[in-house]
């Protein structure tokens, strides 16, 4: 199957800063990807979809302006989590849509662990 | 709102034993229904999908799941668990591949 990165896979950072998160699709082009938000526990959260090209649609409840998705290529989509709070560490997943040949399905990143201090 | 129901938060399963993960959803038209796995540090991985056709359909790994309208279920089995098994299992349910619901997960623990 098609094969998603993320990077990095860990990160920690300081309550205030902002931390970027990376999102590839390494042999197939993804017109649109998702991320989502895992808490310990608890199953993964939509955040929101972006499309290539346009503005990220986001879920109900979350701050578009805290976190920042950007979709500039069919391979690269990228999450910016503004002024991080310890409350927005979690373990945030994308993943992204093929719909090329036989490989219409969401195709899963390891996901990124966010710890802000 | 779609929704999915995981009632058992672990399970622990000897190995070579049968596997039974249990799911139930809310949707308002014919589901789309998918299992995933997650191993430590892994993204989640497909096993197996339900669009339409025959209710029992084959997944990898010999991971097999029943279709009921009836009971609104979706539940996992294998017939025999191995410990490479030992990861978490989501339910999800959606309108294709997009916008996907996911169940809280099930932790499935494989003993010796």
């Known amino acids: 199957g098609a094969v998603v990165s993320q990077h990095p896979s860990r990160v920690i950072c300081k309550s205030g800063t902002s931390v970027k998160i990376e999102c590839r699709s390494l042999?197939?082009?993804?017109?649109?990807m998702f991320w989502y938000r895992q808490f310990p526990k608890q199953s993964l959260m939509l955040m929101a979809t972006?499309?290539?090209?346009?503005?990220?649609?986001?879920e109900q409840g979350v701050e578009k302006d805290k976190f920042l998705i950007n979709h500039a290529s069919l391979t690269l989509s990228t999450l910016t989590v503004t002024s991080a709070h310890p409350e927005d560490s979690s373990f945030y997943i994308c993943?992204?849509?093929?719909?090329?040949?036989?490989?219409?399905?969401?195709?899963f990143g390891p996901g990124t662990r966010l710890t802000v201090l | 709102a779609q929704s999915v129901t995981q009632p058992d938060i672990h399970i622990t399963v000897s190995e070579g034993a049968s596997l039974e993960l249990r799911c139930n959803y809310s949707?308002?038209?014919?589901?789309?229904l998918f299992w995933y796995v997650q191993s430590p540090g892994q993204g989640l991985q497909l096993l197996l999908k339900y669009f339409s056709g025959d209710t029992l359909v084959q997944g990898i790994k010999g991971f097999e799941a029943e279709f009921k309208r009836s009971q609104s279920s979706f539940n996992l089995r294998k017939p025999s668990v191995h410990w490479s098994d030992a990861a978490e299992y989501f339910c999800a349910v959606g309108a294709g591949y997009s916008t996907l619901t996911f169940g809280k997960g099930t932790m499935l623990l494989v003993s010796p």
């Open positions: 993943s992204a849509h093929s719909t090329s040949g036989s490989d219409n399905e969401q195709f």
């Open positions: 972006s499309n290539e090209g346009s503005k990220a649609t986001y």
């Open positions: 949707y308002g038209a014919t589901p789309y």
């Open positions: 042999d197939f082009q993804a017109t649109t």
